[in-house]
């Protein structure tokens, strides 16, 4: 037996493979946005591959009770909570099915690989056709709204990413909660303001001051406006 710090002596001439369409690699692969997407399409994948049954599927559960599965997705994502995100992302890139499954011991959801075969699974299972698990029935799976990433607001808001800017939108996404960045472009689109440098400095106070209170005896649009661009307001730099 290999321990992790072994070197991998390379793979044998003929063994057991799981298939993936070349189409993943041009339609799919290019439009994941995090490694937990690729690592829950594959490992769907592989261990759907090993059923024998007309619907093809498993959930996080059956996913996370694989060893090898569990430490990938420690390794090189964020554990189970990164598998979970990573189902969906693969099933909004068209890559996966999802099917939500409920009965007398509750909800689960399970995924499918996107194949002729699954989607005939899904159909039959949707219309009662088919049990996907026994005395269950089954519905589209409820997608939560996906968070709009913050290259996006940028465009959205500001306008056109240059290499210079995309450096820093890349820190401040992996150093600033999501729900921080969206509010600081919706502060600074309510003030008709869109320039980074101001999100930024919204970004900064809060952390170094905490968020302020959203209720009652919030300050004014031109107290914010003293408060993250100092001074008057005669002039408020409009740069990107």
Known sequence: MTSATDPFGGFPGIGKATAIPNLFFTAVLPKLESPAALLAFLWVARLVQEQRTEARCVSNGDIWANDFARKSFEQLAEGRASLDAGLLESVRAGALLGLDLS???????????????????????????????????????????????????YEEHIGTITPMIGDRLAEAESTYPAEWIED???????????????IERILRTWTEEGRPDETAGRDSFEDQKRRFLGGSLGHVVRYR
Do not use: H, K, Q
């Open 103 to 153: 009965g007398a011991t509750g909800r689960e959801t399970v995924f499918f690989v996107n194949n002729p075969g699954s989607r005939r699974a899904v159909t039959r299972a949707r219309s009662g056709a088919l049990e996907i698990r026994p005395e269950t029935s089954a519905s589209p799976l409820e997608m939560p709204e996906a968070r709009p990433g913050i290259f996006r607001l």
């Open 184 to 198: 600081a472009f919706r502060e600074a689109a309510e003030l008709n303001i869109r320039n980074w440098r101001y």
